[in-house]
């Protein structure tokens, strides 16, 4: 069996199958022969640490990236990295694009290069075109002699978005919840929109390749995203719609009679574990996921009652950790700072829009409670209120105990970040989130 993962940055569900108005025909038909997951979410919904967590099957803080990787934050161990460990199971290992786990994709266990440094503006979204155009002249010139794994990374829909498609009138866009509706919004969500065409075609040209060399039935096909949209209270935030993303699978044997989807509570932490076993291979010590393939062979209704996802770092210190099952959320907050962290929002029209509105004079809770069944978009907190008493008791105990039993750090206190690393000050305005490029 073969692997091909494909992945974006800051798509959250924004996409077609989710019932959004983004037109993405070629992952909607995807959806449709493959499995679509309702409820999966990332392990940390900052760059680095969630595709960390992915590739690891590890917790952000379990796997050493507590920061993002261009900024100094690194992997405890990068052997345990899927990459490698496929490598040593005797797979071709290969990398087109986007990558945010390493300073150099080799640290990882990828022995082809398919990416080009430089090249056209990541912005305008050719850059994840002419990636795409070298992921199908790999599949359909490799010689077959071992199976392989490959990583395919779109920049898009990273910010800074590129020009508006001219199919999308942003007079009839809808910003995303919950942001106000204003022009510039509007025009904003417009923008989010023609870079998810841009990878909807991306994905349309990788999958018509894997088609036309004769490996759609062998293959694996995993797309998935890191977290949220780049907008305020979504990527690196710990509601819904931060570690809320896209899953969609299409596995040799199980997913060629249609599609289908599945509502279970998943982690991106349980792919790795799949694929072990998927390839009746042992699984390493080190995992803290659980396999997907009860789920996805119609044994089981259910693989997990919790999830579990965290911040540290991104471009500022916040660390926040989150529990969520099924029904209920609780988030607690491990620092004394009450307050928004600007450099912790990507710039856009959004944030200028709340900072000019007062959003840094906001209080934060130090924890956090919602009954997702009543408040799905999680406005009201139930801190204190004494119907839900068993419940916080309950969730901020199995919370800590989850801490306690992955090591992490933030039990001790503050948790210094790497010598070296950059790291912006609480109350700095611009993130300069866009140097990753």
């Known amino acids: 069996m073969n692997i091909v993962y494909i992945h974006t940055h800051d798509t959250g569900r924004y996409i077609e199958p989710y019932g959004h108005k983004v037109p993405t025909p070629r992952l909607q038909a995807f959806a449709e022969e493959g499995i679509l997951f309702r409820h999966a979410y990332n392990a940390g919904p900052t760059c680095s640490p969630s595709r960390s967590a992915l590739l690891t099957g590890m917790a952000p803080h379990s796997s050493g990236m507590l920061g993002l990787a261009h900024r100094g934050f690194e992997l405890s161990d990068p052997n ?9 199971h005797g797979f071709e290992t290969a990398l087109c694009g986007v990558q945010h786990e390493a300073r150099q994709p080799e640290q990882l266990g990828y022995e082809r290069i398919l990416t080009t440094p430089g090249g056209s503006s990541k912005r305008e979204g050719q ?3 002419e990636n795409a155009h070298k992921v199908a002249e ?3 010139t490799r010689k077959p002699e071992t199976p392989f794994f490959l990583s395919y990374g779109m920049f898009s829909t990273h910010r800074e978005f590129s020009e508006i498609d001219g199919a999308i ?4 866009v809808l910003p995303p919840f919950p942001l106000t509706d204003t022009k510039q919004n509007r025009e904003d969500m417009a923008a989010f929109i023609s870079s998810a065409m841009t990878v909807d075609r991306c994905v349309g040209i990788v999958l018509d390749a894997l088609r036309e060399a004769g490996l759609e039935r062998d293959t694996l096909i995993i797309f998935t995203t890191d977290h949220g949209i780049a907008f305020p209270r979504m990527k690196c935030n710990l509601y819904d719609t931060g570690i809320g993303v896209s899953l969609i699978l299409k596995v040799p044997g199980i997913t060629n009679e249609g599609g289908r989807a599945i509502d279970a509570l998943v982690s991106q932490l349980d792919l790795f574990p799949t694929i072990c076993d998927m390839l009746s291979v042992k699984k390493p010590s080190w995992l803290q996921g659980h396999s997907l393939l009860p789920l996805l062979k ?3 209704e259910s693989i997990r009652d919790e999830i579990f996802s965290e911040v540290t770092y991104h471009a500022a210190y916040e660390p926040m950790r ?4 099924n029904r209920f959320k609780y988030i607690k907050l491990f620092d004394d700072h009450n307050r928004h962290v600007p450099a912790n929002i990507d710039d856009g029209p959004g944030k200028t829009f709340m900072l000019d509105n007062g959003m840094l004079k906001e209080k934060k809770e130090h924890e956090m409670l919602f009954d997702l069944n009543l408040d799905p978009v999680e406005r009201v907190n139930l801190i204190g209120n004494a119907e839900y008493g068993s419940v916080y008791r309950d969730l901020s105990e199995r919370l800590r105990t989850w801490m306690e039993r992955t090591d992490d750090p933030l039990l001790l206190g503050k948790v210094p970040a790497p010598a070296g690393a950059r790291v912006n000050l609480l109350s700095s305005i611009s993130p300069r989130q866009h140097e990753y490029e």
Not at 80 to 88: E, G, T, Y
Not at 169 to 172: E, G, L, V
Not at 322 to 325: D, E, G, L, V
């Open 169 to 172: 009138n942003p007079n009839y």
């Open 298 to 300: 119609g044994e089981s």
């Open 322 to 325: 989150c529990i969520r099952t």
């Open 80 to 88: 345990r990295h899927l990459a490698s460990f496929l490598k040593n």
């Open 127 to 129: 850059w994840d075109m």
């Open 138 to 140: 790999y599949l359909k």
